[in-house]
């Protein structure tokens, strides 16, 4: 195994022991630590040209958003918000480069993500109104669609010919994880808090990247 996998999953496994013991001088380390892994160890695999190179730019985008709602989830999920959203169409772009075909199963993918997420945002925002934080309405929609192109991105690789299967499998899994871990996010802050919200959200987080780039790798490796 890559000495960059065991790095950023060791990171994560801290990372989830910091939240859980609220030990915040861990996470200032743990947390920017799997990025900053994930980071060198795509640099070192495949380089930064063409698509990787999307990626890569996904991964600082992902780490400045860690570090800016590390440092006050409340005071800057704003600007978190809107460098994740950086990171998210940075993703969509290195998926689709170069553009894959119209298929029926990629319609069919985009009615089901379409549909799924617009009820849970539907939901999220309800909550949102209700709270008196109208001003965030709107980039939280925003959001909504991105991660949902960028999951339905990522998942159109299981039928895409020139994508190597347990790639595919990877980056599909990972931009799930990734997905799953904005709704816990979105949901512990505005809907109702969840137990062990955190630790779930940075959990199915990190997972998500790990694996993504992981699956990245993997295909442009080749």
Do not use: C
Request: hydrophobic share 60%; charged share 10%.
């Amino acid at each position: 195994m890559n000495i960059f996998v065991v790095i950023a999953l060791t990171f994560a496994a801290l990372e989830a022991l910091a939240l859980q013991k609220n030990w915040f001088k861990l996470e200032v380390v743990a947390k920017p630590g799997v990025m900053l892994a994930l980071f060198l160890w795509l640099w070192t695999s495949v380089g930064s040209d063409g698509a990787p190179g999307w990626f890569a730019l996904g991964i600082i985008f992902s780490l400045l958003g860690d570090i800016l709602l590390m440092l006050s989830i409340d005071r800057f999920f704003l600007a978190g918000l809107v460098t994740f959203l950086i990171a998210h169409i940075a993703y969509v772009v290195g998926f689709n480069l170069p553009m894959p075909e119209v298929s029926a199963w990629g319609m069919i993918l985009a009615v089901i993500i379409g549909i799924s997420g617009a009820r849970v945002i539907r939901r999220i925002l309800a909550s949102v109104i209700a709270r008196g934080q109208s001003r965030v309405r709107i980039p939280i929609a925003v959001y909504g669609v991105v991660i949902s192109l960028m999951l339905l991105s990522a998942m159109l690789k299981l039928t895409d010919v020139t994508w190597d299967a347990g790639a595919a499998l990877l980056v599909s899994a990972g931009a799930f994880l990734f997905y799953l871990s904005d709704i816990i996010l979105a949901w512990n802050k505005f809907v109702a808090p969840i137990t062990n919200g955190r630790i779930y959200n940075i959990a199915a987080y990190h997972l998500g990247q790990i694996a993504l780039i992981a699956g990245v790798i993997v295909q442009y490796s080749k």
